[in-house]
């Protein structure tokens, strides 16, 4: 079966840190562009990071450059988004998604075709 499963979310307070995991099995994440979304109670969902194949380039929207981090560890078949200097409108459920190398750059779901089911991060007091 193909998946993708998020894991690393939870609770934390403002200013906290999580690291959120996108561990792939069934099939090798080595060919595929990774992108990170993630989606707020009543708002639509929106694209925040994507990274290239082998991890030399990294896209990030404004609201999130420079406090988040998108990596991959193709040996391992996983990829990561550090969040640092978490903020209240950081809460959302985040999600992994893949796509095909050209297509790198883009941030639009429709673009992307395998989804995982999706991490909590809740930041609060």
């Known amino acids: 079966q193909l998946q993708l499963v998020e894991s690393g979310g939870g609770l934390v307070q403002p200013g906290g840190s999580l690291r959120l995991s996108c561990a792939a099995s069934?099939?090798?994440?080595?060919?595929?562009?990774i992108g990170w979304f993630r989606q707020a109670p009543g708002k639509k969902r929106e694209g925040v990071s994507s990274?290239?194949?082998?991890?030399?380039?990294?896209k990030y929207v404004d609201s999130v450059r420079g406090r988040f981090t998108i990596s991959r560890d193709n040996a391992k078949n996983t990829a990561y988004l550090q969040i640092d200097s978490l903020k209240p409108e950081d809460t959302a459920v985040y999600y992994c998604?893949?796509?095909?190398?050209?297509?790198?750059?883009?941030?639009?779901?429709?673009?992307?075709?395998?989804w995982g089911q999706g991490t909590q991060v809740t930041v609060s007091s």
């Open positions: 998604a893949t796509t095909f190398p050209h297509m790198y750059g883009s941030l639009h779901e429709d673009d992307f075709s395998h």
């Open positions: 990274i290239s194949t082998t991890g030399a380039n990294a």
């Open positions: 069934g099939f090798s994440l080595d060919t595929y562009v």
